[in-house]
């Protein structure tokens, strides 16, 4: 085996368990972690800590980077925030965003995490409202630049449920669209004569 691509969801949100977040949150668009997400996400650190990833990779929303900080710290590595693992920025979940607040919102959590390499710059950039195909395309256009210049590196993606399966989609003959659970693993291997194979997805057991 050549290497492994990873990819992980973020861990519960907190707009999912209180219907009453959102009226008093400062950005109902970036929801935190609850404390359940957060020993969803060290659990995930703490299962990945031997798997010798050389690389992070996070959407910039903050569900996403505290997940990715809580497995960053365990295995001491910096986070590399990617615009292009952003979630679906679809127009009825994001309403009132013009471009210029979308790209600051983007980035105002970054300063919130030590681990963040500020000298990373992303791929792809996102200043519009998008489809469900841009959407797709999108994460799988991100994760090939990223697969592609990263050569010989264990990779591990922190992102969205749509982000894993469309960059999933990327290995399968057929279209995976599916409900992934959160800090579900998935795990892709690549041979040393340059294939690409599933060895699983939305693996959970290190949650139990």
């Avoid at 264990?154 to 989609?169: A, D, E, K, P, R």
């Avoid at 669209?177 to 693993?185: N, R, T």
């Avoid at 998935?186 to 294939?195: A, L, R, T």
Wanted: proline content about 2%.
């Amino acid at each position: 085996m050549k290497r492994s691509i990873w990819i992980i969801r973020h861990g519960e949100r907190i707009d999912d368990v209180d219907e009453n977040w959102e009226k008093t949150a400062k950005n109902k668009y970036d929801p935190t972690l609850t404390e359940n997400g957060k020993q969803q996400a060290f659990k995930t650190g703490k299962r990945l800590k031997n798997e010798s990833i050389s690389l992070i990779f996070s959407s910039p929303f903050l569900r996403c980077l505290q997940t990715a900080k809580a497995v960053a710290d365990q295995i001491n590595l910096e986070i590399n925030c990617e615009q292009g693992l952003s979630e679906f920025i679809n127009k009825n979940w994001f309403p009132s965003i013009n471009d210029i607040k979308l790209e600051l919102e983007f980035f105002q959590n970054q300063n919130q995490f030590e681990k963040i390499n500020q000298n990373y710059q992303s791929f792809i950039t996102i200043s519009n409202p998008e489809t469900i195909q841009e959407m797709f395309q999108r994460y799988q256009n991100t994760a090939n630049k990223i697969i592609q210049n990263y050569q010989n590196q264990n990779i591990l993606f922190v992102t969205h449920g749509y982000g894993i399966s469309s960059i999933v989609q990327l290995f399968m003959e057929e279209d995976f669209i599916s409900e992934l659970d959160y800090c579900s693993i998935c795990k892709i291997n690549e041979s040393n004569d340059g294939n690409f194979e599933i060895e699983f997805i939305n693996e959970t057991s290190h949650l139990n």
